[in-house]
T-cell receptor, first 113, second 114 residues
Framework: KQEVTQIPAALSVPEGENLVLNCSFT??????LQWFRQDPGKGLTSLLL?????REQTSGRLNASLDKSSGRSTLYIAASQPGDSATYLC????????????FGDGTTLTVKP | EAGVAQSPRYKIIEKRQSVAFWCNPI?????LYWYQQILGQGPKLLIQ????????DSQLPKDRFSAERLKGVDSTLKIQPAKLEDSAVYLC????????????FGPGTRLLVL
């Protein structure tokens, strides 16, 4: 059974700081890994999707890396802003026929002005 | 492009009552997912459809939950009878196809069971 862990559960940083969010998973037979953002009371918004054959993806100030062999992914946020405050979740999709996704419980980020 | 639509947005019921949620995915998306998200946790997959067929429902409590996707477009998730522990946000998502594609989420339905 795939287990996804995100540490820390909460993180508070001052504006402008660079930061890293962590995601680890137990089954390396994945098809892809996605990072999502969730604002309070809202649905999830996809930030980055990394296929299993890729090592990283970048979008603006966000960079996500994937190391399948160690079962880890990181989301790097450069020059954080108060608008980045949200919960960040990673989801791992298995490489079998069903392609079932398993989510971590998320890291709640607060960026203080 | 219209996003994933869900209704209602909020629902309050008493235990043992029944409730139904509706989802309309992005046009042309073959895969539809229903997730349950309990406060403070990540979403848990309840059921996954590919067109109108079920791909995975291993975590769906089938004694009380049911879901259908007629004609491979919109979908309904039903709970009957509801329990206190069913209080959660029910999220619907869709993707163009399984696995390879980004999942797009609706705003969710927040259910409170009293």
């Amino acid at each position: 059974k795939q287990e996804v862990t995100q540490i820390p559960a909460a993180l508070s940083v001052p504006e402008g700081e660079n930061l890293v969010l962590n995601c680890s998973f137990t089954d390396s037979a994945i098809y892809n890994l996605q990072w999502f953002r969730q604002d309070p009371g809202k649905g999830l918004t996809s930030l980055l999707l990394i296929q299993s054959s890729q090592r990283e993806q970048t979008s603006g100030r966000l960079n996500a890396s994937l190391d399948k062999s160690s079962g880890r992914s990181t989301l790097y946020i450069a020059a954080s802003q108060p608008g980045d405050s949200a919960t960040y979740l990673c989801a791992v999709t298995l490489g079998n026929r069903a392609g079932k996704s398993t989510f971590g419980d998320g890291t709640t980020l607060t960026v203080k002005p | 492009e219209a996003g994933v639509a869900q209704s209602p947005r909020y629902k309050i019921i008493e235990k043992r009552q029944s409730v139904a949620f509706w989802c309309n995915p992005i046009s042309g998306h073959a895969t539809l997912y229903w997730y349950q998200q309990i406060l403070g946790q990540g979403p848990k997959l309840l059921i996954q459809f590919q067109n109108n067929g079920v791909v995975d429902d291993s975590q769906l409590p089938k004694d009380r939950f049911s879901a259908e996707r007629l004609k491979g477009v919109d979908s309904t998730l039903k709970i009957q009878p509801a329990k206190l522990e069913d209080s959660a946000v029910y999220l619907c998502a869709s993707s163009l196809y399984r696995q390879q594609e980004t999942q797009y989420f609706g705003p969710g339905t927040r259910l409170l069971v009293l």
